[in-house]
């Protein structure tokens, strides 16, 4: 999958960037490892009810997703090296803490942590390639990144539930681990004096930084809507199947759908991130969009045919691994170079539209028919490229110079 053309970078060797898709992989499966089974950690050590379980784990994302935004400006006062080594050091503490100390209290700040750590991390990886790799690179290099996310959540679950069974502690005890090795990787990076750096030194604003803003504002609130259709698509789907499937129908389908979505941008992403470079970000949106609505459209009509899910998530999946490369790309590109960090960072409150797909969805299936839901989460990904196409149509006229 790693091939020398594909990843020559005037600033970075072919051992850098295996060192850092390898450490997005760790903090993955250091994650994967532990965050799906929280629920059961939070039942069993706990003795709290599958409500309260739910309410703690939200409101511990949420707050951690709200933390990180300011987060953003540490890259302006330090270096990327210095961040993602405090990132990965405080995600690998916060495990620790996580499965030692068996109290509410202590499980929302050390979950918050993580979650903020986690965010933080993944917004300077993201500086880093933007400032690393030059136009025709980083969608290339953002695909492999998420490629390698990606596998990182098929290997952890499934270490997780094998450690289990060793002991409560033992899978955070790998989660803490998978962090320090990353640091370890981190440590190894040669990352050069990034323009974020320069330009946060030499100083001050531009005068269209307001301007890009309210961009990013406008892009945000489409990531949002794209991260409420897919990022948490299982749980949504699972919810759907309730109203009129039997437990086993529901675990077999929705099995099938994750290890479909896993495979299909394992061994798509990057190629899909070669293909965007050929193509504008409008014509992305596009067929992104496409995918996720002809995916949809197949799962309201799939009922309890197999073929016709997995057919149905083969092709959300490909509008999801359109979508990605693609967000992250809009957002380099309007981002002024000393607050790139803070520009991804902000971004990163679109993943709330995921956070609040639960809660929506469930709100939905009291008062829709089932097949509604679907109605819905279609005009949702339709207004979220509509959304997207308004925003690029807004900073093309705001770059030409006439």
């Not at 959304?387 to 705001?398: E, I, K, N, P, T």
């Amino acid at each position: 999958m790693i091939n020398e053309s594909a990843l020559r970078s005037p600033h970075l060797g072919r051992a850098n960037i295996v060192m850092l898709v390898a450490g997005s992989f760790l903090a993955t499966v250091g994650r994967g490892a532990t965050l799906p089974f929280l629920p059961l950690f939070l039942h069993n050590q706990l003795g709290m009810s599958i409500i309260d379980t739910g309410t703690v784990l939200t409101l511990s994302m949420v707050a951690g997703i709200l933390l990180s935004i300011p987060s953003g400006k540490l890259a302006n006062h330090f270096s990327h090296k210095k961040l993602l080594t405090l990132s990965l050091l405080v995600f690998a503490l916060a495990f620790i803490i996580l499965g030692s100390v068996y109290s509410v209290v202590v499980f929302v700040i050390s979950f918050t942590l993580i979650n903020c750590a986690y965010a933080l991390y993944s917004t300077i990886i993201k500086c880093f390639i933007s400032d690393n790799f030059h136009e025709g690179e980083k969608t290339k290099v953002f695909s492999l990144n998420y490629t390698f996310i990606n596998i990182g959540w098929m290997a952890g679950p499934a270490i997780g539930a094998a450690l289990s069974s060793s002991g409560v502690f033992i899978p955070f005890a790998l989660s803490a681990l998978t962090g320090l090795l990353a640091i370890v990787l981190t440590a190894r990076l040669k990352v050069r004096a990034t323009a974020s750096d320069q330009n946060s030194r030499a100083g001050n604003g531009h005068p269209g930084d307001k301007k890009r803003f309210r961009l990013l504002l406008v892009f945000t609130a489409a990531i949002f809507l794209g991260s409420f259709v897919f990022d948490r698509f299982a749980s949504c789907i699972s919810q759907i199947l309730m109203v009129d499937s039997d437990a086993g129908t529901i675990s077999r389908i929705i099995s099938l759908l994750i290890i479909t979505n896993a495979l299909t941008v394992v061994l798509f992403q990057y190629a899909i991130g070669r293909w965007l470079e050929r193509v504008t970000d409008r014509q992305g949106f596009l067929l992104g969009t496409l995918g996720l609505i002809v995916g949809l459209f197949l799962f309201s009509q799939a009922d309890r045919s197999l073929p016709l899910w997995i057919a149905g998530m083969f092709t959300f999946s490909f509008g999801e691994i359109i979508f990605m490369p693609l967000q992250y790309r809009v957002i380099d590109r309007i981002a002024p170079p000393q607050e790139r960090a803070l520009y991804f960072s902000f971004q990163n409150l679109g993943s709330l539209g995921g956070a609040i797909n639960p809660v929506i969805t469930g709100v939905l299936l009291t008062l829709l028919p089932r097949g509604d839901v679907f109605a819905v989460l279609i005009a949702a990904s339709l207004v979220c490229c509509v959304v997207f196409q308004l925003g690029l149509l807004v900073a093309r006229r705001q770059s030409d110079p006439g």
